[in-house]
């Protein structure tokens, strides 16, 4: 056992970053310092954690070593089963390595505060000091209340209030630790616990560097047009910066400085739509914790469970393998499985489909998307689906239901996008593309199964069933 006094941080899947890490930054401001990562394999199975996730967060694990190590920083790596047993196996190794204070960045998913919960009790019982943050928003869940000091179901308020409350908050990004004399803590090999690695590698590389110069080269190319080009999935319109975000590789204030580094330009509506989309995830987290039954697969408005969904298993795998009829919905699916990511609206479109066209129950939606997302997030992922099926806050009336073929019209026009993922349709022309099977002018021979549902009849069935309710 070493006998000087030590600080333990305690790193999650939500903060592989050692810039603007604010564990990280006070740990090493009261040092020495070692960090701890604990993987729980059996804990990201239960809750649907993509393969494609999981190897992400191994890579950019590898990343952080390496940063660290150039801080002097030791790396442990704890495997427990399930977060039942975190708390006992991080307490045996602060033992071990006479640890004084503990630190560690909140999560906000109900598990996930359970597990914050016993290891704080584990520690304080100890005297071992436990300091937490809030470091993945801006906002700790609980202090943008209504005037009735309720949690916001209202998106647009509580962005109204987020922009007046910033105004006031001293944030900033905080730079990486100081370079620390060496410990007597030797590092542990960072071990991928995945059958498989570098999982798309080739569109997703790791390291905070990577993140970094996505993010610049957004803001300096694509921000600014950002609210003409993210609804168009077949240009490079949006960040694509969600997987970093989720995995903590980036922050929120890092995305919120450079806006800031656009001067007066910050102002531009796409600079403004773009940070709009950034509050849409701070609500979404902050209503899992005002609502925690929304993380127990409960929908947001009770009265909605009542809904009977429709049981069908071969419409599920048809919405699952891209194999609908519907070339929009299936470029989109197949999109998901082969890159780990779809496009925003998209995401929409497909919910939409499955929980209103198909009416399956959308919790088999939700975690069929946790189950291929590279960004699974359960707060954005479960704010979308509950969105899309009208059970959520502030959710789509359940008499708007997208059309996916109108969608496919308005925002992949030539269908480009349609053509990259269903080769099946390349040499259709632009009107055909949209509804292969609705072509009148001439019979025509596809590898390309037919509409499984009737757009307009199922559109009606589903308004009848929410009316019901
Ligand atoms: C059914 C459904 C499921 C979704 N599941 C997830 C998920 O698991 N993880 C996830 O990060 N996002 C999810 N989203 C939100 C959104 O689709 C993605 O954040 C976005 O497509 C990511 O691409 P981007 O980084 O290019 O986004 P950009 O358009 O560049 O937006 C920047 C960032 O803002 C945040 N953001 C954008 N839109 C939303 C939103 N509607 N809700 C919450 N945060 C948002 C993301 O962190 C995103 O990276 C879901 C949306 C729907 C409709």
Known sequence: MSDSKKQLVWLKTC????KDNSALYHGAAAGPVFAVFVVTPEQYNEHCDAAIKQDFWYRNLLKLGEELDKLNIPLKILHCASFNELPDELFKLSVIHNVSEIHFNKQYGFN?????????????????????????????????????????????????????????????????????????????AVLSWLDETELRAD???????????RLNEFIKK????????????????????????????????????????????????????????????????HILVGFP???KHQPFKVKTSKIV????????????????????????????????????????????????????????????????????????NNGGWQWSASTGTDAAPYFRIFNPVTQSQRFDPDGKFIRKFVPELKDCDKKTIH???????RPIKLDYPKP?????????????KFKDL
Not at 133 to 155: A, I, M, S
Request: hydrophobic share 40%.
């Open 15 to 18: 903060d592989l970053r050692v």
């Open 435 to 441: 509804e292969p099977w609705a072509s009148k002018s």
């Open 112 to 188: 996930e505060r359970s597990c914050e919960e016993q290891v704080i009790k584990r520690f304080e019982k100890n005297s071992i000091r436990v300091n937490s943050y809030n470091d993945t928003l801006f906002f700790e869940p609980g202090t943008l209340l209504t005037g009735k000091k309720t949690y916001y179901t209202v998106f647009t308020a509580f962005k109204n209030l987020f922009n007046k409350e910033i105004e006031k908050l001293a944030w900033q990004v905080l730079p990486k630790p100081k370079k620390q004399i060496p410990l007597d803590i030797e590092s542990d």
């Open 452 to 464: 499984i549902v009737d757009l307009k009849i199922t559109r009606q069935l589903a308004i009848e």
């Open 222 to 285: 694509r921000v600014l047009n950002y609210k003409d080009t993210r609804d168009i999935p077949s240009i490079n319109g949006t960040s694509t910066i969600s997987p970093y975000l989720a995995a903590g590789v980036i922050s929120a204030r890092q995305c919120f400085e450079a806006l800031e580094s656009l001067g007066s330009k910050k102002n531009n509506v796409g600079a403004v739509t773009w940070r709009t989309e950034l509050i849409w995830r701070e609500f979404y987290k």
């Open 203 to 213: 569109l997703w590389a790791a390291g905070e560097s990577i993140a970094k110069r």
């Open 309 to 380: 969904w429709n049981d069908n298993a071969e419409h599920f795998l048809a919405w699952c393998d891209g194999r609908t009829g519907v070339p929009i919905v299936d470029a989109a699916m197949r999109q998901l499985v082969q890159t780990g990511w779809m496009h925003n609206r998209l995401r929409m479109v497909t919910a939409m489909y499955l929980s209103k066209n198909l009416f399956l129950d959308w919790r088999k939606g939700e975690e069929f998307f946790m189950q291929h997302l590279i960004d699974g997030d359960l707060s954005a």
């Open 293 to 295: 039954h929304v993380s």
